[in-house]
């Protein structure tokens, strides 16, 4: 018979392995997630534990002090209502397919250079629905994704709703649904994985095609004018290290985006098109995790997130002056409660945006801020209702107006693990 206490050192050296095996995986997983949308690395954050099922609504909005030049008029809020659907289904014991999905309502209240409300714009439709397939093959070692961007959003714009986008979709506001359409679209990456002592470590690669659309159609003083775009491939690489430190756990995921040229081509009223080429520069991203084991708490957690975007090429092939810019996050968030009952959280956050020299508008705009959140978990049978409001205070700088600004957010989001 085995000793007692060989039983638990026995049971002490599987649990370490099994813990081991799902940092790595998890390692793995968030490559690969990275490598395959080419996604910002802010998003990274909080897509390591998905969900089975996601549904709900988002409500936000920002208010500014001085209200922000746009063409003639002047911006004085901006919101936006995002109702997202996400589905993760197991295929097997090593294969997940997700669709995710959303409905998007914005709004950009207007007014003139006095201060009083004149109009108010509005575009809403549902954005592109993307489709998942990720497979663990060779014990986890090898991970395969391939993704589809079907072209479901509104993408065929005419010039008041993309003057609509272009506010609404501004990167500085972080609206829930920054963007609707963007034309069919396909990624297949795969992802390797090896450990190396304690740690767990990751590299993945994954290759984007898009397909042309049609961005803008609109009719001017009776011209029917067509904008076609033909966006280039994209490469995405992306690096992850992960390993346990005692009870706690450290994570860093780096990423690297190239771009191809994109074509864009303009004809009116059954003129030839005219048109040309542009390269958006190449990005670097890079997120350290930590999550902290403190008894008592289900999570406790600090994250930091910078990416920096490299000058773009014109249409005369040079590069743009003024047209790089950073992105600094960081975040710390806390959870209480016991998984599948009553639970609460929040969270604190900070977010720095150089901005673009490159423009004077608030698609281009400087922002610094600092936000708080506040969140429940609410059981209900197998699923859990979490609501949650934010509240933020920054300052945006388009260059021409500088001006303090105050966001509010409210979400009900309905959860199966």
């Avoid at 860093?252 to 994109?262: E, I, M, P, Q, S």
């Amino acid at each position: 018979m085995i000793a007692r206490r060989d039983r638990v050192a026995l049971h002490a050296e599987r649990r370490g392995r099994a813990t081991a095996r799902r940092a790595w995986r998890c390692a793995a997983v968030a490559v690969a997630i990275a490598s395959l949308a080419g996604a910002p690395l802010a998003a990274q954050v909080t897509s390591l534990r998905r969900p089975l099922l996601q549904a709900g609504g988002t409500w936000a909005t920002w208010r500014f002090d001085t209200p922000v030049p746009a063409d003639t008029d002047r911006v004085e809020r901006v919101s936006q209502f995002s109702f997202p659907l996400g589905v993760v289904i197991p295929l097997g014991a090593r294969w997940t397919f997700d669709v995710t999905g959303a409905y998007a309502m914005g709004e950009v209240q207007l007014s003139d250079t006095s201060g009083v409300h004149t109009r108010t714009l509005d575009l809403r439709g549902p954005t592109d629905v993307k489709f998942r397939l990720v497979g663990h093959l060779a014990s986890d070692r090898l991970l395969l994704n391939l993704g589809l961007n079907a072209p479901s959003g509104l993408a065929s714009l005419d010039g008041e709703q993309l003057r609509t986008l272009r506010i609404v979709g501004a990167p500085s506001l972080r609206m829930p649904s920054p963007t609707l359409g963007s034309g069919l679209g396909g990624t297949a990456g795969v992802v390797l994985a090896q450990r190396a002592g304690s740690w767990a470590l990751a590299a993945g690669a994954s290759y984007e095609i898009r397909s042309q659309y049609t961005p803008i159609d609109a009719a001017i003083a009776g011209i029917t004018s067509t904008t076609e775009l033909n966006p280039g491939d994209a490469v995405h690489l992306s690096l992850g290290a992960d390993r346990l430190i005692g009870p706690h756990r450290l994570s860093f995921l780096a990423g690297y985006d190239r771009y191809g040229k994109d074509a864009i081509s303009l004809a009116a009223n059954g003129a030839p098109q005219v048109g040309g080429e542009y390269r958006l520069g190449p990005s670097i991203s890079g997120l350290m995790l930590l999550e902290l084991g403190v008894p008592g708490m289900q999570e406790l957690s600090v994250a930091i997130v910078d990416r920096y975007r490299d000058n773009y090429h014109g249409l005369d092939g040079r590069r743009v002056d003024g047209s790089n810019g950073n992105q600094l996050d960081a975040r710390l968030q806390a959870r209480f409660g016991v998984p599948r009952r009553f639970g609460w959280w929040f969270g604190i956050d900070g977010h720095v945006d150089s901005g673009l020299d490159v423009d004077q508008s608030l698609a281009t705009a400087a922002m610094s801020a600092f936000g708080g959140s506040l969140g429940l978990s609410l059981p209900i049978g197998a699923v859990s209702l979490e609501p949650s409001i934010r509240g933020s205070v920054g300052t945006f700088d388009t260059g021409a107006v500088s001006t303090r600004a105050t966001g509010f957010g409210v979400s009900v989001t309905l959860v199966r693990r």
